[in-house]
């Protein structure tokens, strides 16, 4: 163990460990922009500089060693912090009043923090907007190049659609070749969204769209709600999560919203379906590759299109729920057109249409937890209601699987116990009434996912289920999810 002290505080920490984590062990916090912690190491803002006796190091790189006086707030420091945070605004399109991202950006956070005025250098920034694909669009006039959205895509992800080029002033973020977003390999599932901390990436659609479409009378809103979505649609609006369930109704039906389905009983429809296939694909004695995700599946088949036969075609089977659960409608004699409107902690879903999936319009949490906010309902003072019921009677049946083992399928097994957990692969397997296995996994992030189902088409796995998600821990940890600056 090495002893050194943090601003005077004792502190006792492993070796290895940096001069960052030591202060938050001694509970100090020191600054961060660019860090971002076990993926982002590139100690390229300098924001988290230290002094140590004497020296000045960046906390986020640099490991605690014996006997360290490590002072985190000096006046030098402060100063410095200053200069950076002047110098990274000259760079940066500083609309705060109208960007999405204002009251939960990093950036602005620090600047109130060290800033008290205009800096003395001259504002100049790079320009450009990529809104070429709805589940992430990029605003090159606020980006920082703090390296954030990189690592995660590369790094965790696994899908490397961005990369940091050029050098010095010139240095920016930019897809392969500068080509529209859409075009790259990105998949969509908006990770880097929640790292970066400016308003340089972003989900396309805004509050306004989402008012103005509650606001057409021709519709009949219709909003489906997942449970997942409680706990960060909480987090999002800063409210207690027993709250946010107990209220989200109501609050949607103010909002416009005529019914607030339990999307979980929805989702049990689709599942079934999933299901049915399934036992088909098992009987050809064949796998059945599943995702949320039509970005991920486009980049799998990409290399190996043959694979294209064994994934789950889930926007038909999206558009035919969706349709027979309109058709519904007709009968209760409702004149308008029933409108549906998705949450999800995903971007994945975004580019989603009626003509595609039946989904007139999906919605992120964030987006929605900033709907709320911004729309002056006091939670406080909502109706305590419940979900409305799903009315719907579909065709899929799967006489096979029981509707609890379909949903825990493919709700990546949260249901069923995992029997190994390699880290991104969680294997788990149910058994059928006539004895046989169903064996399932479910892996994370592009790279892995490509391996697994080459594994299956060299005939050299054994699941007979294989979820692939970009997203790490599950749609809870979505893209979509509100990101909170702390
Ligand atoms: S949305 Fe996902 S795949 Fe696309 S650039 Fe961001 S992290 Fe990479
Ligand atoms: S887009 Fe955001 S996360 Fe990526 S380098 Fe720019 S500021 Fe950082
Ligand atoms: S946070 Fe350490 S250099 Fe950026």
Not at 52 to 78: D, F, I, Q
Not at 298 to 310: C, G, K, T
Not at 422 to 437: R, T, V
Request: net charge negative; aromatic share 6%; proline share 3%.
């Amino acid at each position: 163990m090495i002893n050194l002290t943090v601003d005077n505080i004792e502190v006792k920490v492993k070796e290895g460990t940096t001069i960052l984590e030591a202060a938050k062990k001694a509970k100090i916090e020191i600054p961060t922009l660019c860090y971002l912690k076990d993926l982002n190491r590139p100690a390229s803002c300098r924001m988290c500089m230290v002094d140590v006796g004497g020296k000045l190091l960046p906390a986020c790189v640099t490991h605690a060693s014996e006997g360290m006086e490590v002072k985190t707030h000096t006046k030098r420091l402060r100063n410095i912090r200053k200069t950076i945070l002047e110098l990274t605004l000259a760079n940066h399109n500083c609309e705060c009043t109208t960007c999405e991202k204002s009251g939960n950006c990093k950036l602005q956070t620090m600047a109130n923090k060290y800033l008290t005025g205009p800096g003395e250098f001259e504002v100049e920034f790079e320009k450009g907007i990529d809104n070429s694909f709805s589940a992430v669009t990029r605003d090159l006039s606020k980006c920082i190049k703090c390296n954030r959205c990189v690592s995660m895509c590369s790094d965790k992800v696994g899908a490397s659609a961005i990369s940091l080029i050029n050098r010095s002033e010139e240095t920016t973020v930019a897809t392969p070749f500068n080509i529209p977003i859409i075009h790259s390999d990105c998949i969509g599932c908006g990770q880097c969204i929640t790292v970066c901390p400016t308003g340089a990436l972003i989900e396309r659609g805004t509050t306004e769209e989402i008012y103005d479409l509650l606001g057409e009378d021709t519709y009949y809103n219709i909003c489906l709600l997942s449970h997942g979505t409680y706990e960060t649609l909480a987090e999002g609006v800063g409210v207690d999560n027993a709250l946010m369930k107990a209220k989200v109704v109501d609050v949607l039906n103010k909002l416009g919203f005529s019914e607030v389905i339990d999307y979980e009983e929805y989702l049990i429809k689709e599942m079934n379906a999933v299901a049915y296939l399934l036992k088909e694909n098992m009987l050809e004695g064949k796998p059945l590759i599943y995702s949320c995700s039509s970005g991920i599946r486009r980049e799998i088949e990409d290399v190996y299109p043959e694979a294209d036969d064994l994934f789950v075609n889930l926007s038909k089977i999206r558009k035919d729920i969706n349709t027979r659960f309109k058709e519904g409608y007709l009968d209760r004699n409702i004149d308008k057109d029933v409108h549906l409107t998705r949450v999800e902690n995903c971007t994945a879903f975004l580019p989603e249409t009626n003509e595609t999936s039946g989904i007139d319009i999906s919605i992120t949490t964030r987006q929605l937890a900033k709907l709320i906010k911004t729309s002056g309902i006091d939670l406080n003072k909502a109706d305590n209601k419940p979900l409305d019921n799903l009315d719907y009677t579909g065709v899929f049946n799967p006489y096979f699987l029981s509707v609890n083992t379909a949903y825990a399928i493919i709700r990546l097994g949260e249901k069923a116990s995992i029997k190994n957990d390699k880290g991104n692969i969680k294997e788990f397997s149910f058994d059928l009434s006539d004895g046989k296995e169903i064996k399932c996994a479910v892996v994370n992030g592009l790279k892995a996912s490509k391996e697994e189902v080459k594994k299956i088409l060299d005939g050299e796995s054994e699941y007979n289920f294989l979820c692939v998600i970009p997203c790490e821990g599950g749609c809870e940890f979505g893209g979509g999810r509100p990101v909170i600056t702390k």
